[in-house]
């Protein structure tokens, strides 16, 4: 099993900037990706970003490329979203997510474990 939590989240103008973290804790030793995805009131879950979690290789939502960057520590077993430049159509649930599997980490199907969430309100 592997633990997740997230942090960071909150309220912010459009333009500015937020860094979300995420704390894996149980058996990351398994883990081959971990990401990101959000939720929107009355929404389904989409895919943000992901990076595999030993090579590094990244993938970004179309919607979110070039404003937001996802990175790990692995000594720290932490995952990190750089959000940039929002706008309000980035206010959701944000949730982090591994995967113990090579397969689309694009696709929420792909993750086996995931957080609670955590809100980011973004305000015109």
């Known amino acids: 099993q592997v633990q997740l939590v997230e942090s960071g989240g909150g309220l912010v103008q459009a333009g500015g900037s937020l860094r979300l973290s995420c704390a894996a804790s149980?058996?990351?030793?398994?883990?081959?990706?971990m990401g990101w995805f959000r939720q929107a009131p009355g929404k389904e879950r989409e895919f943000v970003a992901a990076i595999g979690w030993k090579g590094g290789s990244t993938f970004y939502a179309d919607s979110v490329k070039g404003r937001f960057t996802v990175s790990t520590d692995n000594a720290k077993n932490t995952l990190s979203l750089q959000m940039n430049s929002l706008k309000t159509g980035d206010t959701a649930v944000y949730y982090c997510a591994a995967s113990e599997r090579i397969t689309d980490w694009t696709d929420h199907y792909g993750m086996d474990y995931w957080g609670k969430g955590t809100l980011v309100t973004v305000s015109s």
């Open positions: 149980g058996r990351t030793f398994s883990t081959s990706a």
